[in-house]
């Protein structure tokens, strides 16, 4: 595919996923929202089903929608590194466009909630705990289980007799999206689970220069760790891969 063939489908993917995936958080957290204090599955369920749409819109371009998805695959050697930039230009920008579009689907809930200070969650990620370098741990070890299992997941094979066994690819995109459920039930409670560069840095951005009442800063100190944490665990699970039997 050219640059913008992938720029555009993985732009339009991410911005699906963020909005959706924003959407669910806001929900949940804005006071006169029919979603008000849904809870935390709620926000796992709406996010894995925000995988699942993000990624069947961006199909054509093999539906990243993540940079760590995207390095994964180039530490294991199964992507072009002249590719990577138009994957992480269109996931970068995906995810500022699909915040934006969630703060103007909810924005009257955004003008009349009492806690306009503390609504940089519904963006991104923070942790229950701040201690950077255990939270790095936190955000690695998520998104290690997420590209390994991009990584490792059974595609269709022919077995005997020419019959075609289907494994995970059976289930389309749905299959990530219950990774993507059972990680954040799992594996989120400490950090909010970003495992997605762009998914928390995006937002984050649009959060910092959205014209939201009586917001809160965007936590800039905090934000390398949900950039760098997914990458270090990618590059792990891209290199176990390479040496993993097939």
Not at 13 to 26: D, K, P, R, S
């Amino acid at each position: 595919m050219t640059f913008g063939e992938i720029l555009l489908w993985e732009l339009l993917g991410t911005a699906a996923l963020t909005l959706l995936g924003c959407g669910v958080v806001a929900n949940t957290v804005l006071r006169k929202s029919l979603g008000f204090q849904g809870g935390w599955l709620l926000v796992t369920f709406g996010w894995g089903l925000a995988v699942f749409t993000g990624a069947s819109i961006a199909a054509p371009s093999g539906a990243h929608l993540n940079p760590a998805v995207t390095i994964g695959l180039l530490a294991a050697g199964k992507t072009d590194l002249a590719d990577v930039p138009a994957y992480l230009t269109g996931q970068l920008a995906g995810a500022f466009i699909g915040a934006v579009l969630c703060w103007l689907t909810y924005k009257l809930q955004f003008d009349t909630h009492d806690e306009p200070e503390n609504t940089l969650g519904i963006f991104a990620t923070a942790p229950t705990v701040r201690r950077p370098a255990w939270n790095l741990v936190s955000e690695v070890i998520g998104t290690f289980v997420l590209v390994l299992w991009v990584l490792t997941s059974p595609t269709v094979k022919l077995g005997e007799g020419g019959l075609p066994q289907f494994g995970n690819s059976a289930l389309g995109y749905a299959a990530v999206a219950f990774v993507v459920i059972g990680i954040g039930n799992s594996l989120g409670g400490p950090t909010g689970y970003a495992i997605n560069p762009a998914r928390d840095l995006g937002p984050r951005i649009a959060y910092a220069v959205l014209p939201i009442r009586g917001k809160g800063g965007a936590d800039w100190g905090y934000s390398w760790v949900p950039v760098a944490g997914p990458l270090v665990g990618a590059v792990a699970a891209g290199l176990l891969a390479q040496v993993l039997p097939s």
